[in-house]
């Protein structure tokens, strides 16, 4: 099974500042990766698919990038509705499976 | 607009089974493939696997083969997933969660992606004796 690692495991970061966070797969999946993002009670929400290709209605601060073992997802301004947690996930054809990572908690500084 | 909306909480006993439904809205229902993840109180999410509606084909991840039965009802729009043999670590939020595809110029299919661009609102599952 092919695991993802994110860090930090919490990232406290200022509004209107750039946040970073990073996702490691245990091999390389290719392009096939996803960025959820999830509030406290709500289910997760779609950011960006194929590493970099933001879901319909995502802000334009939102961006991925990264392709086989490493991604990285970028706020770059953040807004007071960005703090929550972000899952990455990723899709593997062979052997087929998919698998989140752990999630990092982007919080208020 | 695309709707999931899933069955109320359970509370069940160690061994019991539970089957969760997910209703959808909004959009062609043989369309798209319905995929099941869980969390559990303050985890992470764990996909467990997905159904195509339209044929009624599974995969399930590894962890959960022999326990997990995903099942599809086309006259009502609902996706099911039932879980056997509960222990307490399943206690969890069930979600719903339909597949992104995409058209595949080079076939002239449309495909899964296995992204998740809709989800339920979650179903609560406790195990407990």
């Known amino acids: 099974e092919i695991v993802m690692t994110q860090s930090p495991a919490t990232l406290s970061v200022s509004p209107g500042e750039r946040a970073t966070l990073s996702c490691r797969a245990s091999?390389?999946?290719?392009?096939?990766l996803a960025w959820y993002q999830q509030k406290p009670g709500q289910a997760p929400r779609l950011l960006i698919y194929g590493a970099s290709t933001r879901a319909t209605g995502i802000p334009a601060r939102f961006s991925g990038s990264g392709s086989g073992t490493e991604f990285t997802l970028t706020i770059s301004s953040l807004q007071s509705e960005d703090f929550a947690v972000y899952y990455c996930?990723?899709?593997?054809?062979?052997?087929?499976?998919?698998?989140f990572g752990q999630g990092t908690r982007l919080e208020i500084k | 607009q695309v709707q999931l909306v899933q069955s109320g909480a359970e509370v069940k006993k160690p061994g019991a089974s539970v089957k969760v439904s997910c209703k959808a809205s909004g959009y062609t229902f043989t369309g798209y493939y319905m995929h099941w993840v869980r969390q559990a109180p303050g985890q992470g999410l764990e996909w467990m696997g997905w159904i195509n509606p339209n044929s009624g084909g599974t995969n399930y991840a590894q962890k959960f083969q022999g326990r997990v039965t995903m099942t599809r009802d086309t006259s009502i729009s609902t996706a099911y997933m039932e879980l056997s043999r509960l222990r307490s670590d399943d206690t969890a939020v069930y979600y719903c969660?339909?597949?992104?595809?995409?058209?595949?110029?080079?076939?002239?299919?449309?495909?899964?992606?296995?992204?998740?661009?809709?989800w339920g609102q979650g179903t609560l599952v406790t195990v407990s004796s």
């Open positions: 996930q990723q899709y593997n054809n062979w052997p087929p499976s998919i698998t």
């Open positions: 091999q390389s999946v290719s392009s096939n």
């Open positions: 969660a339909r597949d992104r595809r995409y058209y595949d110029i080079l076939t002239g299919y449309y495909t899964p992606s296995y992204y998740f661009d809709y």
